[in-house]
């Protein structure tokens, strides 16, 4: 008898799971053109991706070429609208207020950092940038000029030989970036003040980032039953946000001391604007702890990957055209910076 109910059951969640799916992936007189997706994989094998037969930027000319300049497609679950236009792009992009970012732009980021701006839209958006977007106005960068190119110097001086075959730059390049944040967002010097477990915990967290974010057709209870699970990535977090909350506790140490001033780096507007009873109903009501961890978090993991990666693309590239290195020379020395 208990098994004739366990099977009964089994079969209406089956089909109650393909209804559901066939419902997800149906498309609607309203939906752009696009081709009809699969369940589960959506576009990714009739566009060939996954088959290997076309690239991405392949796949994208073809569908422009049959359906237009605007036009949907599948990322596995995400439904993605693909706007060709240059004009598109500018509309979207001066209208963040009406425009909300996809989360197509990061799949499955907000297991990691949920608060973290990148991944935020509407009024809690407006709440956090209106902390965050003072520190990186152009007159504050301007100021951070002569650290920015301390730190540059030092790798130089320490990895650039011009005898050697690099073949760990993008390793170096997380070691500049993160010094380079470190000192401008939280004046920290983490080149010297972060041990090896700390680097270590980024390459670890940072693997699990890079896992997830690729495969977003990966059912998100999975993924998070998965990451709970993980010994290596809850000790990575764990020390990561130590490291965060060091931060933050000598923050609070340094605004206790001496009279209230404007907050001079990231670590002290964020600080400087904690509030609990913040909520999206008040944008000048500032950020609760939990999301102030969370920028710190992001800010770090940024600086630590994705700008490495392309200052190391950037070293490769420029190396290859002496042209460009030159442009770059007499710019410098255009507006004084050598």
């Excluded at 094998?45 to 991405?56: C, P, Q």
């Excluded at 004009?87 to 980021?109: C, G, K, V, W, Y």
């Excluded at 993991?301 to 490769?316: D, K, N, P, Q, R």
Aim: charged share 20%; aromatic share 12%; with cysteine.
């Amino acid at each position: 008898m208990a098994l004739i109910i366990f099977a009964s059951l089994f079969v209406i969640v089956i089909i109650l799971l393909y209804i559901y799916l066939k419902r997800s992936y149906s498309p609607s007189p309203d939906d752009l053109p696009g081709v009809k997706p699969h369940i589960f994989f959506g576009n990714l094998i009739n566009s060939g991706i996954l088959t290997a037969e076309s690239t991405f930027h392949e796949m994208m000319l073809d569908y422009q070429r049959r359906f237009g300049d605007k036009f949907q497609f599948w990322f596995g679950s995400h439904r993605c609208f693909i706007f060709c236009r240059i004009d598109h792009a500018q509309t979207i992009f001066a209208n963040r207020h009406s425009f909300e970012q996809s989360p197509f732009i990061l799949p499955n980021f907000d297991l990691f950092c949920p608060n973290g701006i990148t991944i935020l839209t509407g009024a809690r958006w407006k709440r956090h940038v209106r902390v965050l977007s003072p520190m990186f106005k152009r007159r504050n960068i301007i100021g951070h000029l002569d650290t920015i190119v301390e730190c540059a110097d030092r790798f130089i001086d320490r990895n650039l030989d011009p005898g050697q075959i690099h073949r760990d730059l993008v390793s170096r390049c997380q070691s500049l970036t993160m010094n380079i944040i470190g000192l401008i967002g939280f004046d920290q010097d983490f080149d010297v003040q972060v041990n090896l477990h700390i680097k270590k915990a980024f390459q670890d967290f940072m693997l699990h980032v890079v896992l997830l974010m690729t495969t977003p057709c990966v059912p998100r209870w999975l993924a998070k039953i998965y990451l709970k699970c993980n010994w290596k990535y809850q000790r990575a977090y764990r020390l990561i946000l130590e490291l965060a909350e060091k931060l933050v506790e000598e923050e609070q140490n340094k605004q206790s001391e001496k009279e209230n001033g404007r907050p001079k780096n990231l670590v002290a507007s964020l600080v400087s604007s904690l509030n609990e009873q913040a909520n999206d109903e008040q944008v000048p009501s500032g950020i609760r702890r939990a999301e102030m961890f969370d920028e710190i978090l992001t800010m770090i993991v940024t600086g630590y990957e994705t700008t490495s990666t392309v200052l190391s693309w950037f070293i490769f590239f420029a190396s290859k055209n002496p042209q460009v290195q030159q442009q770059m020379k007499e710019e410098l020395c255009k507006h004084h910076l050598l």
